[in-house]
């Protein structure tokens, strides 16, 4: 009878369903499910939330009561009770504006201590979208501003100093999102047999929003002129110095590299007439020294052992003396000469290998290339010598309390346990001050070498007495310290796990090996996955390999990688740079005496 009904025409090319945003379904129209913002939403300027089946949730250890969610509401109000707003003046060039950016310090300043026990979890209204001043003010006020190397810059100044500037502000922003991405870890969804650190990435959420106000105030500076630069030569550094902190927290040694020879060539530009005379910029460039150090020791584990073999000599250009020696402080003094040690303790150990190690024995070095390698080792020893009496004359200049001057390591027995009683300080900054300079002399002891060319465990054992010393020594400076101190104050210096490893590569005795893993384990509670840049969960790993070969009758001396990577791919959305899965280990067998490397994986 009836044939079947002709389907109705399709008039659009919408696609009916029923998974459209929240916005398209409360109007009752089709939403075209774009991404990541549909078609009307986008015309209309609102905000396009998507309805996911997902329930995303932040992980605390069973220990810590879990948050309400509606500590979320209480942050935001307690931003707008303690924190008025403040409009915003758009910024063209290098116009400053002491009346915004300054007033937004003063009240950031005001609600530190009321947000600093608050949930550091930014509300969806507060993203920079959608209300920039607020997430602006909200990012002031969550970071302790002791935490930045220079506080005198924050602190001191006419009406047009750096704090009354937008562009600085929006760059303290994204500093201050920054860390508080790397340290409010997130567990990752399950992803193959990960464990430790990688189970765990930096908070995607305020890692973004740095992105983005870094990118902001990058394109802004992008249209400087040199009469900009000539004008605001102060601010000009303190933003550069600023995108030096980011790049080193992100691991990113190209684009540090880029940055830092920017500032340099700012300083040199504008050295002798404007920034020589200036007490802020001898502050930023002392946080410039010790970031460049951080960054150079970061670079030094780990790269190939050919990247080590003839690296250039630790120097901060001399072009401009005079800022330079107003910037000459006591820590910027130590950490030159302790990675300028670290350089040549470094090539000593690898012209050794050269020397006495497997591939020596078996390539039979030729008289002129052993003559060569001697003559290497002997003015490395000469720059050593050098570096003694230029510690010994810091020593006398920068002296110590008489407390930790005249302290003593707690020598032991083989066969008694080791007992590490802590020695405290006045100060976290007087004791890595204090770690910096026993580094050094472990460093600068000529024992450890000495010791690769005798074969008799005695000697040996003899040979490493004082280092050994020197290291207990630093294990009671560590034990006096608070962990959590470390992770804040040492962001963008050289950490004390760093100098740690270090003097670890160094010492003889099994004890401390096993002390510093024990140490180590008791500091990695979920909540810190990197001190001083590096990452800790890989730091730990490290010393188990070492107590390892130590358990087996084999002293490691140097850890190379197998090929040079260039310090890594940066640490956007992880806690490490580099993915470390065989290392070069350049060894000595105890009994027998002899050096040799290998390939180990870990």
Known sequence: MYKPTKPRPKKTNITRTRTGCLGCRDRRVKCDNLKPICGRCQRLGGECKQDTAFKFCQVYQPSVRPKPTKNCEKTRGALDLELPTANRIPEDGANLSAETAGRTFVDAQAGLVALRRSALTIPQSLMPRTNPVDAARFYLAAWDWKYLVPPSVLCTGNVFSLRSSPLFADMMVALSASHLSRTSPQRRLPMGSSTGAQNFRPNPGHESLSGEFYGSVMRKMTRWS????????????????????????????????LHYDGATQLIRNYAARTLA???????????????????????????TAEFHRNRPAVLFDLSFP?????????????????????????????????????????????????????????????LMGGERDRLDAWSQIHAFPSAIRNSEANLHSAAAPLEVLPLHTSSHDEAMT????????????????????????????????????????????????????????????????????????????PAIGLWCEEWLQSCLDGSSFEEGGFPVCQTMSIIRLINDERSQGRDTFGLFQTIEDGGGSGKFGSYQSQALSSLVVYSRCRKAGILYSRCISI
């Open 226 to 257: 040199a009469q900009d630069f000539g004008s605001h030569p102060l601010l000009g550094l303190a933003l550069i110095t600023l995108f030096c902190f980011i790049e080193s927290s992100m691991g990113s040694f190209p684009t540090f590299e």
């Open 277 to 303: 005379k200036d007490g802020q910029a001898a502050d930023l460039v002392k946080a410039l020294i010790e970031v460049r150090m951080q960054m150079w020791w970061r670079r030094v584990y780990f790269g």
């Open 322 to 382: 005079d800022l330079l020696a107003r910037a000459e402080s006591r820590r910027t003094s130590i950490l030159l000469m302790l990675c300028e040690s670290h350089r040549i303790h470094n090539a000593a150990i690898i012209a050794h290998w050269d020397l006495y190690g497997d591939e020596g024995r078996n390539c039979s070095v030729e008289d002129q290339n052993k003559e060569k390698i001697l003559q290497k080792i002997d003015s490395l020893d000469q």
């Open 434 to 509: 204090f770690s910096y300079y026993i580094a050094l002399r472990v460093l600068q002891q000529s024992g450890p070498l000495d010791s690769l060319r005798v074969q008799s465990p005695g000697e040996i054992r003899e040979s490493y007495k004082e280092v050994d010393s020197w290291i207990q020594l630093l294990l009671r400076v560590i034990a006096g310290m608070d962990w959590n101190n470390c992770v804040h104050f040492n962001m963008y210096t050289i950490g004390i796990t760093g100098v740690l490893l270090a003097c670890l590569l160094r010492s003889h005795d």
